[in-house]
């Protein structure tokens, strides 16, 4: 069961050297969804053997051009590949008008029908408060969920946390042998319930849950926090996530100018990590004027140790871990 992040880009507002401009894919047990949309976007699905097949929904946290002008060419190249099935897009509100613009002046219909789904970016929205609750939900099918939250930038601005839903529990072998269990029996065991007999000579016996069960595989989460200053509200939301993604632009001595540009450094990067109980942090966006990434990353783990750079191109696994191997 798969839950994997591929960087597409890490740069801030300009592609830069070998960095690529934002943009991410989240594999969830084989169904892909896209996280930001920088140019070139189509490219890097290329060079990286990315199957838009099981690309279904597409997540874009705001409208300035780093984050968000791949997508007409994404959609379009995607429709001359053949695509036929609908595709499902969350966005602050505006991108709709942008692509019925450019389709528009190109004398363009697609193929295939597209969902747009406006998220809430109001940051003085009380109802945005996290932690994660049915208003902020975007997304959600039998395997997760999707939620947003407002945060700080010169536009509106969404971040998002993708988790797995709770695994249902799972029955030791022997124990179905050694008790005789029914096929209801495994069911009601594999959903909590205790094993209580009916038999007039088990009359009364129970088994508890936790004897007969592994401890549960834990559900694995990410979030997305680009582009953003250092926003305490977004803790809620994000607390006890697997993996954090922070944009990290520039470094702490440049704080004030990051402020005024909406930004975070990485810094702050590795407090929030800190503040939230992440388990691991990856820094991203970051600004041209950077070509050595290493003091970026050293500042962050003064933080939060756990800190790795993001890598264009590099694939992030969280593992699949029972409740007694973790934390
Ligand atoms: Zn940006
Ligand atoms: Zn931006």
Redesign the pocket.
């Known amino acids: 069961m798969t839950f994997q992040l591929t960087i597409l880009g890490t740069s ?2 300009l592609p830069y050297k070998n960095r690529f401009l934002s943009g991410q894919i989240l594999n969830v047990h084989d169904e892909l969804f896209l996280i930001d949309c920088g140019e070139a976007a189509q490219f890097r699905f290329q060079h990286l053997g990315i199957k838009h097949s099981r690309l279904n929904h597409i997540f874009i ?2 409208l ?1 051009g ?2 968000c002008f791949g997508i007409f060419g994404l959609l379009t190249s995607i429709a001359m590949m053949g695509r036929e099935a609908d595709m499902h897009i969350y966005a602050p509100e505006g991108l709709e008008t942008m692509i019925e613009a450019v389709f528009k002046a190109t004398n363009y219909k697609s193929p295939f029908k597209i969902h747009f789904y406006i998220l809430k970016t109001d940051k003085n929205d009380k109802n945005t408060e996290g932690p994660p609750s049915d208003y902020s939900r975007i997304f959600e099918d039998e395997k997760m969920t999707v939620h947003s939250f407002p945060m700080n ?3 509106p ?1 969404c971040g998002f946390i993708f988790k797995e839903k709770p695994f249902p529990k799972n029955i030791i072998p022997e124990k179905i042998k050694q008790y005789n269990l029914t096929f209801d029996n495994i069911k009601a065991v594999k959903e909590g319930f205790d094993l209580k007999f009916k038999e007039p000579t088990m009359e009364g016996k129970i088994i508890p849950n936790s004897e007969l069960t592994k401890p549960p595989l834990l559900p694995r989460s990410f979030a997305y926090c ?2 953003t200053t250092y926003f305490e509200p977004i803790l809620p939301h994000i607390e006890g996530v697997d993996l954090l993604y922070h944009e990290a632009t520039f470094l702490d001595d440049m704080k004030e100018h990051a402020f005024k540009v ?2 975070s450094t990485a810094l702050e990067a590795g407090l929030m990590a800190q503040k939230a109980h992440a388990q691991k942090l990856i820094i991203g966006h970051f600004s041209a004027r950077y070509d050595d990434l290493s003091p970026l990353l050293l500042e962050a783990q003064t933080q939060f140790p756990n800190t790795i750079l993001g890598i264009d191109g590099q694939i992030y696994d969280v593992p699949l871990v029972r409740f007694e191997e973790n934390k």
Do not use: E, I, K, L
């Open positions: 801030a507002a946290s705001h300035h780093d984050h930038h010169r536009v601005t680009s582009d909406g930004h």
